[in-house]
């Protein structure tokens, strides 16, 4: 039986920070980091049934085409995917009345709509890509024991060929659902290796101010290279989502709209035109899925 401390529920029984109860959710979820984002995907939708804001925790679940979808603003970074996919999971895995996890488990099928800056030059702003793996940057995944899911063999690469300092933490790989990048897949989707950075500034290499800890760092990652695979673009969220969701055991796909160029300095002229495309091709792909 989980203590009050540690499954925190709210007084009417709904999960701590998300305020959901179980009921309020879908199987298939969508993610997006800015809440205002939400009803840009659920005004597409048929009906929405439930609708609730906490924070900067957003949740939004009706029906598109007759599938029933959740979408759910998670703000920006690992710490924020820590809580929301922990949080979800409780809701369909912990039964709130015993404190207890469910003998039998439910996995979820989670898509990131994000933004993202590329890193390799022949990698477009407006392009569509699809994370077929993920590097995490940060050390949030490694308060859990994340061994027997990491791609061990590219973390060593990626560290011995950026040279990359401890002192920051160790980097770890995860893949993607494989059934989920079947799903998504086509001509007009680049399928990439996505650096999830715990920063916007220094730690994705930008300097305005403050000196960064390895200035060359961005070059560095651009031309690693395991086999063929890799890296392509950067943002703050991707391999959070993936170690956490391959953990408890849900299906997770990350899908970023291009809005940089971080090898040309280029930026969109029209963001918002190719985040309503990656939001139409997800809940296209989703309601065949």
Request: with cysteine.
């Amino acid at each position: 039986m989980l203590q009050n401390s540690e499954l925190i529920l709210n007084p009417d029984g709904s999960v701590y920070h998300l305020n959901l109860k179980p009921e309020h959710i879908a199987s298939d979820i969508i993610f997006v980091g800015d809440q205002n984002r939400v009803e840009k995907i659920t005004n597409h939708f048929d009906s929405i049934e439930f609708s609730i804001q906490k924070r900067e925790f957003k949740t939004q679940t009706g029906l598109y085409k007759g599938k029933r979808l959740t979408v759910i603003s998670t703000g920006i970074g690992p710490d924020n995917i820590d809580i929301v996919l922990n949080e979800l999971d409780a809701l369909v895995n912990i039964n709130f009345t015993t404190r207890s996890p469910k003998k039998n488990l439910t996995s979820l099928n989670i898509v990131r709509i994000g933004t993202s800056g590329s890193i390799q030059k022949e990698i477009p702003c407006n392009s569509l890509l699809m994370s077929q793996y993920g590097i995490g940057l940060d050390n949030m995944l490694r308060s859990y024991a994340i061994d027997t899911i990491c791609e061990n063999e590219i973390e060593h690469a990626f560290m011995l060929q950026t040279d990359w300092d401890l002192k920051k933490g160790r980097p770890y790989v995860i893949k993607s659902s494989k059934t989920l990048q079947d799903t998504f897949e086509s001509e007009f989707i680049i399928k990439g290796f996505t650096a999830t950075s715990p920063g916007f500034y220094g730690p994705q290499g930008r300097i305005l101010r403050l000196p960064v800890q390895d200035e060359n760092l961005n070059t560095k990652m651009s031309n690693f290279n395991y086999k063929g695979l890799k890296l392509t673009n950067l943002e703050m969220e991707t391999t959070a989502i993936y170690g956490l969701g391959k953990l408890l055991g849900h299906q997770c796909l990350s899908l970023n709209a291009i809005l940089a160029n971080r090898a040309t300095g280029e930026i969109s002229n029209n963001p918002e035109k190719v985040i309503d495309e990656l939001i139409n091709y997800t809940l296209n792909k989703l309601i065949e899925y």
